[in-house]
């Protein structure tokens, strides 16, 4: 029994590190980027100054709301609390999707040569 529980910490404790490497990442993509890369539909983590990344709240932009500029400032999004406007500075997409993911994965991925 106390190896079965120790297993499993072991385990928890390897995905917990794994996430954090993702959320990492995922947060040092999103800075990189300088286009507009929120899009309606997609899902984001909303970040918070106050919490840890892997405590950050999922939720799902509803609406784009640009500003004077005609550049997107603000978005809607939908979490398990309700709708809230959040700025785009504090949203990170969780994946690239749509036309962008073939860019993407160009970029960040190696080749490997085909072996014979």
């Known amino acids: 029994m106390n190896r079965r529980f120790a297993y499993r910490q072991r385990i928890r404790q390897e995905l917990r590190k794994r996430f954090r490497e993702y959320l990492c990442k995922l947060r040092n993509f ?3 980027e ?4 929120i899009k309606e539909g997609e ?3 909303i ?16 609406k784009l ?3 004077r500029d005609g550049r997107v400032r603000v978005v809607e ?4 609390g309700g709708s809230f406007l959040r700025p785009v500075q ?8 749509g036309p962008d993911r ?15």
């Open 34 to 37: 300088k286009e507009d890369v």
């Open 102 to 116: 073939a860019a993407w994965q160009k970029r960040n991925t190696k080749t490997v040569g085909d072996r014979v």
């Open 43 to 45: 899902i984001v983590l």
């Open 65 to 67: 709301i640009p500003g």
């Open 90 to 97: 504090r949203l990170y997409p969780l994946e690239v999707s």
């Open 47 to 62: 970040g918070d100054t106050n919490s840890k990344r892997i405590y950050w709240p999922l939720a799902k932009v509803m």
């Open 77 to 80: 999004v939908l979490t398990e």
């Open 30 to 32: 999103s800075q990189s």
